[in-house]
């Protein structure tokens, strides 16, 4: 079965730079989709970026487009969130999530397998 393990969150200042990797184990990345969700504190998980195990293919949510950029690495079989232009409100538990198929959804909801979290704490 598959299984995902975060990390790299930690503390940074406003404007700062942080990259988050998701490593799977269990099963190749190629059949699923991988996404980055997030958990602000009192609020709702939210999805932020997702790609595709089979095609690249690469989405972002417009929170987050233009500032974070997901990637992978085939043969480590893990995947990475380079988030960038950090902002107070970009504070919160960073989940990697995985879902079957080749198509991504963005619905937080459809993520079957999921990792302990990262936090990631965006303070002067």
């Known amino acids: 079965q598959l299984q995902v393990v975060e990390s790299g969150g930690g503390l940074v200042q406003p404007g700062g730079s942080l990259i988050l990797s998701c490593v799977a184990s269990?099963?190749?990345?190629?059949?699923?989709?991988i996404g980055w969700i997030r958990q602000a504190p009192g609020k709702e998980r939210e999805g932020l970026s997702y790609?595709?195990?089979?095609?690249?293919?690469?989405t972002y949510e417009d929170s987050v487009k233009g500032r974070f950029t997901i990637t992978r690495d085939i043969n480590e079989n893990t995947v990475f969130l380079q988030m960038r232009n950090l902002s107070v409100d970009d504070t919160g538990v960073y989940y990697c999530?995985?879902?079957?198929?080749?198509?991504?959804?963005?619905?937080?909801?459809?993520?079957?397998?999921w990792g302990q979290g990262t936090q990631v704490t965006v303070s002067s």
């Open positions: 790609i595709s195990g089979t095609t690249d293919e690469k």
């Open positions: 269990g099963e190749r990345l190629d059949n699923y989709c």
């Open positions: 999530a995985a879902h079957w198929g080749y198509l991504c959804y963005r619905e937080v909801s459809e993520y079957d397998y």
